[in-house]
């Protein structure tokens, strides 16, 4: 009699420090979860802040003020360190002195002293050149999507990379402004793999256009690729197949349009001219080879 009591008393003490214990674990893990959401919360705001930051100083053209924003050893995924990366951002802002940026963050993730930023960014400006010596201005549209690889210094978040997920932009002159005009090309193909590029033009019968589609490796400084002129068919549709470059690189595929128009004046006499012009271009992310797998398709086949 005495032994079942023990045995009760015992199974009820061990039920007791079991449910103490998981309530203690409750307890604890929520208290966990709630400190570490305090910390998240704390930690994105800074990083928010960054890029409210980021994108002040860059409508403003000022590189002194990005640069302290960008981990020394920063290298983005076409192999572009901080030199390289802001040698382009200078150029870009010496060709486009109003070039204006709107970023909008879309996702945060951190990992201790690391974070990863998933950010859409547009581009919007103007330039100015000479056409038959006469001033002719040309609107620049550009938006990107990518991710920015971030880690903590000194209690600082620093962009150390970037990640370019697509990235597409325009330079248009005169009608091409008020044209619908596409390029499709694919986001991703395989190293020396053949693709397709597509320009899509919205133009009337008496609109004549002519161009080329060229693709260009991301290296510096850049090349201007020049591609055999095509005239684009009855169908406003002109392609090319391409094969991605073998050197481990990125790439754009770049198409460059001259649209020309008939005009008919009071003596009834035709005249042809050029009534605008387009470059537009999207970017093709290029997967190396790997070497190093190898698939072992030799199976016996039982009988």
């Given at each position: 009699m005495k032994k079942i009591v023990l045995f009760l008393i015992f199974a009820l003490m061990t039920f007791g420090a079991g449910n103490l214990q998981a309530q203690c674990s409750i307890v604890s893990?929520?208290?966990?979860?709630?400190?570490?959401?305090?910390?998240?919360?704390?930690?994105?705001?800074?990083?928010?802040?960054?890029?409210?930051?980021?994108?002040?100083?860059?409508?403003?053209?000022?590189?002194?003020?990005l640069s302290p924003l960008y981990a020394d050893n920063y290298m983005n995924n076409d192999?572009?360190?901080?030199?390289?990366?802001f040698k382009t951002i200078e150029e870009t802002w010496e060709e486009c002195k109003n070039l204006t940026y709107k970023t909008k963050v879309n996702s945060i993730e951190i990992l201790g002293d690391n974070a990863y930023v998933?950010?859409?960014?547009?581009?919007?400006?103007?330039?100015?050149?000479?056409?038959?010596?006469?001033?002719?201005?040309?609107?620049?549209?550009?938006?990107s999507s990518g991710i920015y690889h971030l880690v903590k210094l000194n209690g600082n978040w620093l962009i150390a990379g970037e990640t370019l997920i697509s990235d597409e932009s325009s330079?248009?002159?005169?009608?091409?402004?008020?044209?619908?005009?596409?390029?499709?090309?694919?986001?991703?193909?395989?190293?020396?793999?053949?693709?397709?590029?597509?320009?899509?033009?919205?133009?009337?019968?008496?609109?004549?256009?002519?161009?080329?589609?060229?693709h260009d490796p991301v290296v510096y400084p850049s090349s201007v690729?020049?591609?055999?002129?095509?005239?684009?068919?009855?169908?406003?549709?002109?392609e090319r197949i391409m094969k991605a470059n073998?050197?481990?690189?990125?790439?754009?595929?770049?198409?460059?349009?001259?649209?020309?128009?008939?005009?008919?004046?009071?003596?009834?006499?035709?005249?042809?001219?050029?009534?605008?012009?387009?470059?537009?271009?999207?970017?093709?992310?290029?997967?190396?080879?790997?070497n190093f797998i190898i698939l072992n398709d030799n199976k016996e086949v039982k009988k």
């Open positions: 893990s929520g208290a966990y979860r709630h400190e570490q959401n305090k910390i998240y919360k704390r930690e994105a705001k800074q990083i928010k802040k960054l890029f409210e930051v980021h994108n002040t100083f860059a409508n403003k053209h000022d590189l002194q003020g192999g572009f360190n901080k030199k390289i990366y998933n950010v859409e960014e547009n581009a919007t400006g103007t330039v100015y050149d000479k056409l038959d010596d006469s001033s002719v201005a040309g609107e620049i549209h550009a938006k330079l248009l002159y005169g009608d091409a402004r008020f044209m619908d005009i596409e390029l499709v090309a694919p986001m991703q193909v395989g190293a020396g793999e053949s693709y397709t590029t597509t320009v899509k033009v919205d133009a009337d019968e008496n609109t004549v256009v002519i161009g080329s589609i060229e690729p020049k591609g055999p002129l095509r005239t684009v068919p009855k169908t406003k549709v002109l073998t050197d481990n690189l990125n790439e754009y595929t770049v198409t460059s349009l001259a649209i020309s128009k008939a005009a008919t004046d009071k003596f009834n006499n035709t005249r042809i001219y050029m009534a605008g012009l387009a470059c537009l271009m999207k970017r093709v992310n290029v997967v190396p080879k790997n």
